[in-house]
């Protein structure tokens, strides 16, 4: 069972003095806040994969978490206190009878380039890389990469990309008029800081040629990987060729790089941990190879 929900100031782009302790819906006594309806998900390839909940308390509590939640760090620990969770909110929803309010990271992009033959030469350039740098402070890249097939100059796709920062440069509330009921709540889902990743794009022109699994991991991770607190990464020396200026999300590529596995046939898994009771490393990222199934025993 789950003992308590922290939500605290994001570590890396908001260090600021925000805390909230939720409690859960049955604790005697006085609590700021309450959590309900707690659902994470855990998954081999991952491990924290994300967590859904709800907040409930005084209606100003609840406000100032939907204005400043997004991107706020979540703990969730067990009542022995063992880790249960650990990421950041990606999407609240605010049930104020009678209205509903949502906010959310999900179609954010705050960095986008565009692949296209802007110059009729039968061959796709990169235009330039446009960004909202106060999106970004706020809560980190958030990357897409447009397709503009043939156009007629530079400056078409530049205005292009230009008017989808414009649009989706940073989170917008909407609103659901009496879509609200019941009593005020907060519906929060976080997902891990790994994937945070599934926005980046990880694109390399500096070097050719084949690396290992274990130094493909590290740089994807040193280039791109801004929520990543550590690393302990297994040594696999499985070759994989380098991709040469291709823009591809970082997420898949560390993703089909650990389904390899290695040369003994051992299947590698890539998961994040959060920080322990003993251990004050959170956003920790550890490559290492699958426990062995056993298996099962047969009755006579």
Request: proline residues 4%; glycine residues 10%; hydrophobic residues 40%.
């Amino acid at each position: 069972m789950i003992g308590s929900i922290v939500l605290a100031a994001d570590p890396v782009k908001r260090p600021d003095a925000y805390l909230l302790n939720l409690a859960p819906p049955d604790a005697r006594g006085h609590a700021e806040a309450r959590f309900d309806a707690y659902a994470p998900v855990d998954r081999a390839e991952g491990g924290y994969w994300g967590a859904g909940f709800q907040v409930l308390g005084a209606e100003t509590i609840l406000k100032e978490l939907y204005e400043i939640g997004l991107g706020t760090h979540v703990e969730a620990w067990g009542f022995g206190i063992e880790p249960d969770f650990e990421g950041r909110i990606e999407e609240i929803t605010f049930n104020l009878p009678p209205d509903l309010f949502t906010i959310s990271l999900r179609t954010m992009a705050n960095k986008a380039h565009m692949r296209a033959d802007v110059d009729d030469d039968g061959v796709v350039e990169r235009s330039t890389a446009i960004e909202n740098t106060d999106s970004q402070d706020l809560f980190g890249t958030a990357e897409v990469v447009m397709a503009g097939g043939e156009l007629s100059s530079g400056n078409v796709a530049d205005q292009t990309v230009q008017g989808h920062i414009n649009l989706r440069g940073l989170a917008k509330p909407a609103a659901r008029f009496g879509g609200g009921y019941g009593e005020p709540r907060i519906e929060v889902f976080a997902v891990s800081y790994l994937r945070i990743l599934e926005r980046r794009i990880y694109n390399q022109t500096a070097v050719t040629g084949n690396t290992t699994m274990t130094n493909l991991v590290d740089e994807v991770i040193d280039e791109v990987g801004e929520f990543i607190g550590s690393v302990d990464l297994g040594a696999n020396i499985t070759s994989l060729a380098r991709e040469f200026d291709i823009d591809r999300r970082a997420f898949d590529i560390l993703m089909d790089a650990t389904r390899l596995g290695d040369a003994s046939a051992r299947r590698w898994l890539l998961s994040i941990l959060g920080r322990t009771c003993t251990n004050a490393i959170g956003r920790r990222v550890r490559l290492s190879p699958a426990a062995p199934v056993q298996p099962a025993a047969v009755s006579a």
